[in-house]
Structure formats: C-alpha cells, structure tokens
C-alpha cells in the first residue's frame, strides 16, 4: 500500500521560510516522479512544483519560481521542498504526490497523479 505524509508545516511571517518533507512507503522511491501541490482556501488544488525520478529535471509554477526549491533523496524515500520569501498567498494546505510506477517524469496535471497525502498546514502572516 503507498503511503505519503507531509511534514513540516506551521506559521511563519512573511520572508520567513519552512522545509516541507514528504515521506513516501514501498521499497522502490526512485521510479516515479513527485510533486508538490496546494490548496487554498476556496480555491482549487494547483501546482507547485515537480521534480523526476532521480532529480535532475524540476518544474515550478510561475507564482513560486526563484522562491521554492523542489529535491528528493531516494536513499531516504523522502522528497522536500524549500520554501523561502514566503508570502501571505502562499497560505494554503500543502499536498504531495506521486506518479505511478515507471512515469518517471515530471508533470503539472493533477490527473498524472494517482496518489496523494493528507496535507499540511502552511500559514504566512502578514
């Protein structure tokens, strides 16, 4: 059974920054690319940022490029993503994702991924 859980969100001032991590199940990490996405409140869920199956091919959503950082290390099943010059828009629940076995590049479409984390709680405050 996959399984994904986010951590560390929380609140954090405007300029402030935070390190998502996302720890993923199963004993093959590295054959499928991940992203990162986020849903405000009211809005629909929308893409952050995407990184493929060993790292060396990321792709950010405008709002956020220059700013987050996307990585994984697949020794330890964990993706993150660097958050820095946080900004009060980037409030939102924070999801991660993951393709299926052998989609080993990134996307943007949610429908390219087939499973998803709880979520976690990022507040910037103003």
């Known amino acids: 059974q996959v399984q994904l859980v986010e951590s560390g969100g929380g609140l954090v001032q405007a300029g402030g920054s935070l390190r998502l991590s996302c720890a993923a199940s199963?004993?093959?990490?590295?054959?499928?690319?991940m992203g990162w996405f986020r849903q405000a409140p009211g809005k629909e869920r929308e893409f952050v940022a995407a990184?493929?199956?060993?790292?060396?091919?990321?792709d950010y959503a405008d709002s956020v490029k220059g700013r987050f950082t996307i990585s994984r290390d697949n020794a330890k099943g964990t993706m993150y993503l660097q958050m820095n010059s946080l900004k009060p828009e980037d409030t939102a629940v924070y999801y991660c994702?993951?393709?299926?076995?052998?989609?080993?590049?990134?996307?943007?479409?949610?429908?390219?991924?087939?499973?998803w984390g709880p979520g976690t709680q990022v507040t910037v405050s103003s």
């Open positions: 994702a993951r393709r299926r076995l052998g989609y080993t590049e990134v996307a943007r479409a949610l429908s390219s991924y087939s499973y």
């Open positions: 199963g004993r093959t990490f590295s054959n499928y690319a």
């Open positions: 990184i493929n199956w060993i790292g060396g091919s990321t």
